[in-house]
């Protein structure tokens, strides 16, 4: 059974981020030393990590969700207050409007219940009509509540691209992963968002979904999943997607904390190690990416931000935004990073290499 509250509402220790990192750096945690991550990078000349160019834009909105997912890195849940207000998301307006990134990705928690969701979308859209949005629906928000059942014309409405994840074809596996009836939901969610035309071709309009293994294993090729995932959902629901993203758990959070109850821990991480692709580390997401946290701090990356790794550079938030300094930063790097290296790497976008 999923946990009903998350592990900062437990007191758990894993609930604190500094907790998180001292695990990744234990060697006796793992039973043998493992190479430092920085180590590895400064093999292929790529240490310090720098930004290629900064493209995307991640925003976590707010770690308030519907569900309790037990991979969540961000132990979102229900019992989670911290939502970005509409101060902060004008402050992002703002820089939207000033420097030229590619994509904003918005997430959380179930960004949707952050109750400025639609006017956020709605000011983007009035300063720039033509940068992609992308918003990572759990799919089951959308039946959560009589005020969300229009989210997929909504999401029609303002050229929404929707990133969903679905673990698995089958109710077991993905209601063990996301909690009891998340597959029922998810899959009538998807159906409603095909019906507004997402997913089908020639529409524009994009459903990509996101596979996550449910245990301590890496996850296998992305375009073989893709091939099953259509196949399946076509035949016994009438589901269609664009494409489908195989990502790796990182080590952190919840997956963490699953790793070590498991007993799973130490094998995992040698796991990642022995799977590490420097090909994957040049193309991390890292490089062309800002992840923004729901209070207005700057990160690397989704994962640094929930490991409270703020950027290496003097501007460490929106309020003092400084975009050549951010482009020219050093990114921070841990033990985590090697997730997604792993094989054919794992990004917000899946495989990279």
Request: aromatic fraction near 10%; hydrophobic fraction near 40%; include cysteine.
């Given at each position: 059974?999923?946990?009903?509250?998350?592990?900062?509402?437990?007191?758990?220790?894993?609930?604190?981020?500094?907790?998180?990192?001292?695990?990744?750096?234990?060697?006796?945690?793992?039973?043998?030393?493992?190479?430092?991550?920085?180590?590895?990078?400064?093999?292929?000349?790529?240490?310090?990590?720098?930004?290629?160019?900064?493209?995307?834009?991640?925003?976590?909105?707010?770690?308030?969700?519907?569900?309790?997912?037990?991979?969540?890195?961000?132990?979102?849940?229900?019992?989670?207050?911290?939502?970005?207000?509409?101060?902060?998301?004008?402050?992002?307006?703002?820089?939207?409007?000033?420097?030229?990134?590619?994509?904003?990705?918005?997430?959380?928690?179930?960004?949707?219940?952050?109750?400025?969701?639609?006017?956020?979308?709605?000011?983007?859209?009035?300063?720039?009509?033509?940068?992609?949005?992308?918003?990572?629906?759990?799919?089951?928000?959308?039946?959560?509540?009589?005020?969300?059942?229009?989210?997929?014309?909504?999401?029609?409405?303002?050229?929404?691209?929707?990133?969903?994840?679905?673990p698995a074809t089958s109710a077991s596996r993905t209601d063990s992963q996301r909690g009891d009836g998340v597959f029922d939901d998810s899959i009538k969610a998807l159906q409603m968002l095909n019906e507004v035309g997402y997913g089908k071709e020639g529409s524009g309009l994009i459903l990509n979904l996101v596979y996550n293994p449910?245990?301590?294993?890496?996850?296998?090729?992305?375009?073989?999943?893709?091939?099953?995932?259509?196949?399946?959902?076509?035949?016994?629901?009438?589901?269609?997607?664009?494409?489908?993203?195989?990502?790796?758990?990182?080590?952190?959070?919840?997956?963490?904390?699953?790793?070590?109850?498991?007993?799973?821990?130490?094998?995992?991480?040698?796991?990642?190690?022995?799977?590490?692709?420097?090909?994957?580390?040049?193309?991390?997401?890292?490089?062309?990416?800002?992840?923004?946290?729901?209070?207005?701090?700057?990160?690397?990356?989704?994962?640094?931000?929930?490991?409270?790794?703020?950027?290496?550079?003097?501007?460490?938030?929106?309020?003092?935004?400084?975009?050549?300094?951010?482009?020219?930063?050093?990114?921070?790097?841990?033990?985590?990073?090697?997730?997604?290296?792993?094989?054919?790497?794992?990004?917000?976008?899946?495989?990279?290499?």
């Open positions: 059974m999923n946990p009903v509250k998350s592990l900062k509402a437990q007191k758990n220790e894993l609930g604190d981020s500094a907790f998180q990192l001292k695990i990744l750096n234990d060697d006796e945690k793992i039973g043998k030393k493992l190479p430092l991550f920085r180590e590895k990078l400064e093999d292929i000349g790529l240490f310090p990590l720098k930004p290629t160019k900064l493209e995307i834009f991640q925003i976590n909105v707010g770690k308030m969700c519907n569900q309790v997912c037990k991979h969540c890195h961000v132990d979102a849940g229900p019992d989670r207050k911290e939502i970005m207000t509409q101060e902060t998301m004008q402050l992002c307006i703002d820089i939207l409007k000033k420097h030229k990134f590619t994509t904003l990705d918005l997430t959380g928690g179930a960004p949707e219940m952050n109750n400025d969701f639609r006017w956020f979308i709605e000011n983007i859209r009035a300063v720039d009509n033509e940068i992609k949005i992308i918003v990572r629906c759990n799919l089951t928000i959308i039946l959560a509540n009589p005020k969300y059942h229009d989210l997929p014309q909504f999401f029609k409405k303002h050229k929404i691209e929707v990133v969903s994840s679905l449910s245990g301590a294993f890496l996850p296998s090729g992305q375009a073989g999943l893709e091939k099953e995932f259509k196949r399946v959902l076509k035949t016994k629901f009438n589901i269609e997607f664009n494409s489908l993203f195989a990502i790796t758990n990182i080590p952190v959070s919840r997956f963490l904390d699953y790793l070590l109850v498991s007993g799973n821990y130490g094998a995992y991480m040698d796991k990642l190690v022995e799977a590490y692709n420097p090909v994957a580390a040049a193309n991390v997401m890292c490089r062309n990416t800002l992840s923004i946290g729901w209070d207005g701090y700057l990160y690397d990356c989704d994962f640094n931000q929930m490991l409270d790794l703020k950027v290496d550079a003097k501007a460490k938030h929106l309020r003092d935004f400084d975009f050549d300094e951010l482009s020219n930063r050093s990114v921070i790097i841990n033990q985590h990073c090697y997730a997604c290296t792993a094989g054919a790497g794992s990004s917000c976008g899946g495989e990279v290499a």
